[in-house]
């Protein structure tokens, strides 16, 4: 396997990995984000709407998990006031639980993905002049709703029908726009590598 192409090597890693379809359908992923990296295989179709996806999980994540972490961290704060200062030693404690939390609460996880999905719609209408509906509903199909004949693959959709993810998706297309563009730095330099 080659060595992946390394777009940006700092917080987060952005990565092209060498691959297209087959490589992604046995992966089951066209890509993938963590708390230091993300990446795209580099043959897929529309790669820059991916990438588009998987760096705002990415930060999406950072922030979610930050959150959900000040109670916790507050408590760390508190008790090693009125404990000591030895149980501060329990902030990265606190941060993980955040952390943990952001990927595990389904509320956290249906905001993220409809937003999401709805960045990578808009990023393969900009980059490649896709259609939005066509491609919207190529993403609903993506997580495998069951009035497309699949399984949900998403837990946190499961309880939306087909039209009301659509329409969810739908209401963010501004915002979602703006998102791309916040992120063409980097998609931009995707693009000239995927040419």
């Known amino acids: 396997m080659a060595s992946p192409i390394v777009i940006r090597s700092l917080f987060?890693?952005?990565e092209?990995?060498?691959g297209?379809?087959?490589e992604a359908w046995d992966a089951g992923t066209n890509g993938n984000n963590s708390l230091w990296l993300v990446w795209v295989w580099d043959g897929i179709d529309r790669p820059v709407a991916v990438a588009a996806q998987e760096l705002w999980e990415h930060h999406f994540q950072w922030i979610a998990g930050l959150l959900l972490a000040i109670p916790f961290l507050l408590t760390t704060v508190a008790a090693a006031w009125f404990l000591g200062p030895l149980n501060l030693l329990l902030a990265p404690i606190a941060l993980g639980i955040g952390s943990l939390l952001s990927w595990k609460l389904h509320v956290v996880q249906r905001y993220k993905e409809l937003r999401s999905h709805e960045i990578e719609t808009q990023a393969a209408v900009i980059y490649y002049?896709?259609?939005p509906v066509a491609y919207r509903l190529g993403e609903i199909g993506s997580v495998g709703h069951p009035e497309q004949g699949g399984m949900v693959s998403?837990?946190?959709?499961q309880d939306m029908t087909e039209e009301e993810i659509y329409n969810e998706m739908e209401t963010h297309e501004a915002w979602a726009m703006q998102q791309v563009k916040r992120l063409s730095p980097i998609?931009?330099?995707i693009k000239k590598l995927t040419l």
């Open 129 to 131: 002049a896709a259609d």
């Open 12 to 14: 987060p890693r952005v």
């Open 154 to 157: 998403y837990a946190w959709l």
């Open 20 to 22: 297209g379809k087959q």
């Open 187 to 189: 998609l931009n330099k």
């Open 16 to 18: 092209l990995r060498a």
